[in-house]
């Protein structure tokens, strides 16, 4: 069981909506070279209101995805598609399906 997660609350700037919901699909993607990232979801909760969601075995899946090729990408793309300051949640799970 995935024991360690990360969320992350995403705002799309005005007009940047179909770019976020790109750069997630993306993200999607190159988790997939992510051994240790056990999900990563992209989600939309509302216009223009998005997130992030991963799960990892270990703390040291959780660093590796951190400094990794998805979160370099985040942070470069971040003045210019989010209004909201980003805040890299950490969470421990206690139970799962």
Same mark, same amino acid.
């Given at each position: *069981?995935?024991? $360690?997660? =990360?969320?992350? *609350?995403?705002?799309?700037?005005?007009?940047?909506?179909?770019?976020?919901?790109? #750069?997630?699909? $993306?993200?999607?993607?190159?988790?997939? +070279?992510?051994?240790?990232? @056990? %999900?990563?979801?992209?989600?939309?909760?509302?216009?223009? @209101?998005?997130?992030? #969601? +991963? %799960? #990892? +075995?270990?703390?040291?899946?959780? +660093?590796?995805?951190?400094?990794?090729? =998805?979160?370099?990408?985040?942070?470069?793309?971040?003045?210019?598609?989010?209004?909201?300051?980003?805040? =890299?949640?950490? *969470?421990? =799970?206690?139970?799962?399906?």
């Amino acid at each position: *069981m995935a024991k $360690q997660a =990360i969320w992350v *609350m995403l705002k799309a700037k005005p007009g940047k909506e179909a770019d976020v919901e790109a #750069f997630l699909k $993306q993200g999607a993607a190159m988790s997939n +070279d992510e051994p240790l990232t @056990v %999900t990563w979801y992209g989600v939309k909760m509302a216009p223009g @209101v998005y997130g992030v #969601f +991963d %799960t #990892f +075995d270990d703390e040291a899946g959780r +660093d590796a995805h951190l400094n990794g090729e =998805i979160a370099k990408a985040l942070m470069a793309s971040a003045p210019d598609l989010f209004s909201n300051e980003l805040r =890299i949640e950490k *969470m421990e =799970i206690l139970a799962s399906k």
